[in-house]
């Protein structure tokens, strides 16, 4: 079945780059999505990328898409302690549900 | 912006009682669907809602679930006779088209006691 996998914990100093990576399996996704989830709060859809898409650039936000490794990730330029939260990966294809990553903790040092 | 409203923000319930959790999705979206996420784990989903009817559903949906548009505006999601393991946070979202774009709530915290 489909599945999403991401590393479970990312360290960063403030001001560095975060890179968070996703693999996924389902090779007919077509919506490939980044949510932010703060501690006791809900799902904040970040941005996503079409899979006939390579790139997307939204501010601090980049995301990467390989299609053909089925390899997504995030980058958030000069991270803020305010990013510090858990960012899920997730991907639909042309059925009707989305499927999440476990999540990556991004923690940021000051 | 338009936004997914989900009421209320925390239920707490006795074991063996009913609930019925509550979103307004976006005002022209189709496609309605609800998620769950038990503390510390993924985010999973649990059904689909399309034309009045369910389109798809999770191995997690069983009989003890249900969900209804009982106008043009709400979605619900009722357990019938909640169990300890029910105890997560329940997110409903939207979406204009099948697969596309999906938009969530800020979810509703349930605590089976």
């Known amino acids: 079945g489909e599945d999403v996998e991401q590393s479970l914990f990312l360290s960063v100093r403030e001001g560095d780059s975060s890179v968070i990576n996703c693999t996924y399996t389902d090779s007919s996704s077509t919506y490939l999505y980044w949510y932010k989830q703060e501690p006791g709060a809900g799902l904040q859809l970040l941005t996503y990328i079409f899979s006939n898409m390579d790139m997307k650039q939204d501010q601090r936000l980049t995301v990467l898409l390989n299609k053909k490794d089925k390899h997504l990730s995030l980058r958030i330029a000069d991270t803020q302690t305010g990013d510090s939260a858990i960012y899920f990966c997730a991907e639909s294809s042309l059925g009707f549900k989305t499927i999440f990553g476990a999540g990556t903790r991004l923690f940021v040092k000051a | 912006e338009p936004e997914v409203t989900q009421t209320p923000s925390h239920q707490v319930t006795q074991m063996g009682q009913e609930v019925i959790l509550r979103c307004v999705p976006i005002?022209?979206?189709?496609?309605f669907y609800w998620y769950r996420q038990i503390l510390g784990q993924k985010v999973e989903f649990l059904v689909s809602f399309y034309n009045n009817e369910i389109s798809e559903k999770s191995e997690i949906f069983d009989d003890q679930f249900s969900v209804e548009r009982p106008d043009g505006s709400n979605f619900t999601l009722k357990i019938r006779s909640t169990k300890l393991e029910d105890s997560a946070m329940y997110f409903c979202a939207s979406s204009q088209q099948q697969g596309g774009e999906a938009f969530f709530g800020q979810g509703t915290r349930l605590t089976v006691v």
């Open positions: 005002s022209n979206h189709l496609y």
